[in-house]
């Protein structure tokens, strides 16, 4: 049936071109033999040179409400007097779909007139095993066949192409490699704003174009398209579908990502502010992992340095914005850290000289906060054996208050651990002997406990470059935290050092980053502490 069906078509096509016969002697269906014949001549009509775009019989086309931002689609149902158009090759409607065959190095094309300016096509395209590619293209004209395409190839790309003069002209403006379509059904859309073109593989969008090389501004229709390349092509289509962007408003990023640093291991935030309707945000990471969310974007855990960027599009087009985001670290440098101070204190004593059996020594000590008022220890004649000592000048006004005890045991030397900075410590000690009969104090000593060291201030810092973009350079550091650095440049070897930036901050751990935005071939960079 379907057979009988694409024939009748046939004869109906020849008939609609004939005006010879008169209506009062119809031509009649042809018998058998004749309709092979007749299939014979529309071939060898099919593979003439190009002619002038001549009208054919389809079906009836789908409209849809005009509030709904639609203002075509055709989803190739049964029916006729559709206002497709088609030009060298072959088409059959089949099975809800439009199917165009081209042979090698030749195309098939169907195109509707139209005089639509900022619009979007998009349709189900499934190559043949052996097709070259298919496309949807806008703003075509009719009268050169100059229109913009959006490709999908059986190798393995999917690009946007700029057309002239019946197909003979056309110059890719960008492209990008995918995986091999097969034989699968792919979503291809293109859009237009102006002279913004972007193009969508399966609702996600692979390529942003603007054209500035004569730019195709007038109005005009929709296309589809195959190509025989080496061999014959066979591509399917369904579900055209346009959308007219005049009324939309097409996404402007109006404050974009700044390259800064995210620290190793905790969270980062990126986030931009852009106008329009309808705004889809899809994030990438230097890794290439693509996000759909929306203008804020947090990574949980942040481990990856480089290149991140979001592209903000709605149906009207879209705009993207990139930083380089470096990686800093929660260590501190050790010199940027105090010196550990002296917190102990070993203390030595002469054995005590009574003639009881000592059993052992009490350790006394206490502190405060200030030194004692006229406090005095012993003054020794360093002239002399230590023990027992010959006290030259008696100490005066001891502390005498104690707040802590450690009996040492039957030893003449101990280490108190555990002082605190900045405290004034006295000592005393004393002897017990088999009957737990204790001394008097022995003379008294003083201890300052000192204040932590604080660290020797780095005079240089060392930079990490990371260029990012053109006339885009990072400077990266790790000094002391919350320092300020003066970053210095000079254009050449042996010239004046500038000053480029002064207070550059570093974070609590000590990281900083700058961005030069130079048009400089060549630059040297310095980091100066302040």
């Known amino acids: 049936m379907k057979q009988i069906i694409s024939l009748f078509l046939a004869v109906a096509f020849v008939l609609t071109g004939c005006v010879t016969k008169s209506p009062s002697n119809p031509t009649q269906i042809p018998s058998n033999p004749e309709m092979a014949q007749l299939k014979q001549n529309l071939s060898a009509r099919i593979n003439m040179p190009p002619l002038p775009p001549m009208p054919t019989v389809s079906r009836n086309l789908t409209t849809l409400k005009a509030d709904s931002g639609l203002i075509f689609y055709d989803p190739f149902n049964s029916g006729t007097a559709t206002r497709w158009t088609f030009y060298q090759g072959s088409h059959l409607f089949t099975s809800g779909i439009l199917r165009l065959n081209a042979v090698a190095g030749n195309g098939a094309y169907a195109y509707v007139k139209t005089n639509w300016t900022n619009v979007s096509i998009s349709a189900d395209i499934k190559l043949g095993a052996s097709s070259w590619g298919g496309a949807v293209g806008l703003r075509y004209n009719p009268t050169n066949g100059a229109n913009y395409q959006a490709w999908i190839y059986g190798s393995g790309r999917f690009a946007i192409k700029k057309y002239s003069n019946w197909f003979n002209t056309s110059t890719e403006l960008i492209g990008v490699p995918i995986s091999v379509p097969g034989t699968t059904i792919n979503n291809v859309k293109l859009a237009i704003v ?203 006004n001891w502390y005498h208050t104690y707040t802590n005890m450690t009996d040492v045991g039957n030893v003449i030397n101990a280490t108190v651990t555990n002082l605190i900075s900045g405290n004034i410590y006295y000592f005393a000690v004393t002897a017990y002997d088999t009957y737990a009969l204790e001394s008097d104090y022995s003379d008294e000593v003083e201890f300052n406990v000192p204040l932590p060291l604080l660290p020797s201030p780095l005079t240089n810092a060392s930079l990490t470059i990371n260029i990012f973009g053109p006339g885009q350079i990072q400077l990266q550091a790790k000094v002391c935290p919350s320092a300020r650095t003066t970053i210095l440049y000079q254009q050449n070897v042996g010239q004046p050092w500038n000053v480029l930036a002064t207070n550059v901050t570093a974070d609590v751990y000590g990281n900083f980053s700058y961005v030069d935005n130079t048009t400089d071939t060549i630059r040297f960079y310095r980091a100066l502490l302040q």
């Not at 061999?231 to 962007?245: I, Q, R």
């Not at 340095?305 to 592209?311: F, H, I, K, L, N």
């Open 194 to 396: 102006n002279n913004v073109l972007t193009a969508y593989l399966n609702n996600t969008l692979l390529l942003t174009y603007t054209d500035t090389s004569s730019p195709l501004t007038n109005g005009g229709g929709i296309a589809l398209t195959t190509w025989g390349g080496g061999g014959a092509a066979t591509t399917d289509f369904d579900n055209v579908t346009v959308y007219d962007l005049s009324q939309v408003l097409a996404p402007s990023i109006v404050s974009g990502l700044s390259s800064d640093l995210g620290i190793q291991g905790q969270a980062k935030t990126l986030s931009v502010t852009a106008t329009g309707t309808g705004l889809t945000y899809i994030w990438k990471t230097p890794s290439g992992i693509t996000t759909v969310g929306t203008n804020t974007y947090t990574i949980d855990n942040f481990q990856e340095a480089g290149q991140y960027s979001v592209t903000v599009t709605n149906a009207s087009g879209a705009d993207f914005s990139t930083a380089f985001i470096a990686i800093g670290t929660t260590n501190i440098l050790s010199d940027c850290l105090p010196q550990s101070p002296k917190t102990s204190v070993t203390l030595a004593w002469c054995p005590s000289q009574g003639t009881n059996v000592i059993a052992g020594y009490r350790l006394y000590y206490g502190s405060t906060n200030s030194p004692v008022a006229g406090w005095q220890g012993d003054t020794y004649d360093t002239n002399q054996p230590p023990c027992p000592g010959v006290i030259l000048i008696p100490g005066v």
